[in-house]
């Protein structure tokens, strides 16, 4: 794995980017009709290089065609010639990414995470997200039964007849941070990953309590299905987004890093593009 800079007119900033070695055949598409064959040595989120003999000649873009690992997909990227250097033999040419489908994009982030040993944090983080946003539903919906009805039964009558107004508060800002761990859950900014991380752990919070009132209510010592189904459930949650929050919080920094880097070539690409259009450049159909 390295890390690398580039500056592009449109922004004048430095970029980090990460670029992984791989061994990928690839299709390279010159003109009308021609096909070159040429190995991709390294892949990052912004660009590629591959390796082709040192007597062919490219122009400053072309098409590249290339699949990746247990991937039957074949992606389809338009790419601007960016340096070239003679190594070990054979010419290694270094492109950026100058069009490139959202599907053909996400499959790189995936790619490239998988190979940097994060995709577990997100995945983690992404069930996680699910399992809360799920139980936030059902909460809203007992809350407002519980208020049209007066009163719950649950094996027996709770104490009060209806819930306070305070817990209406608190359960609207539950629902609220597992909406938003879980409607973010494709973006790949550090940023975003540590604001869902913190809803997270903030409705992790809320279901532990919530919990610990159920044991206090002896209501854990339900024997009817449903109880051993919700609180099978419960458990679940708990257990699964305890281990989300940990193993991401252990790896926090390097998580941070990964997701700047695989979302920073989308402002890259979407740069480009602008300046493409500009220049009066249209967009190719590959």
Known sequence: MAYNSFSDKAGEKDRIFVRISVKLPAEVF?????????IISDLSTTGLSFSIDKTDSFPKVFVLHFRLPNSSRSIKVKVERKN????????????????????DKKLIDRHVSRSLDCSMSWKAVNI???????????????????????????????????????????LLAYAVACFT?????????AKVFRLRLTCIAVAFIFVVMKNVV?????????????????????????????????????????MSLVSNCLGVHRDGLRRRKQVEQDRGGGRAAF
Request: aromatic residues 16%; contains cysteine; charged residues 15%.
């Open 181 to 189: 761990a879980f409607i973010t859950a494709d973006n790949l900014r």
């Open 30 to 38: 010159i003109g009308s009709g021609s096909c070159k064959h040429a």
């Open 214 to 254: 159920y044991w206090r209510l002896c209501l854990w010592q339900s024997q009817s299905l449903f109880g051993v189904i919700f609180f099978g459930a419960q458990s679940l949650l708990i257990a699964w987004s305890g281990f989300a929050i940990g193993i991401s919080a252990a790896s926090l920094k390097k």
């Open 84 to 103: 070239s250097s003679d190594v070990s033999g054979v010419l290694r040419i270094g492109c950026l990414f100058l069009e490139i489908s959202e599907e």
């Open 128 to 170: 996680a997200a699910f399992f809360l946003f799920v139980d936030a539903l059902w909460r809203i919906d007992a809350y407002l039964m519980s208020i049209s009805y007066k009163g719950t039964v649950f094996g027996k009558i709770f104490p009060e007849a209806s819930f306070p107004h305070s817990y209406g508060i608190v």
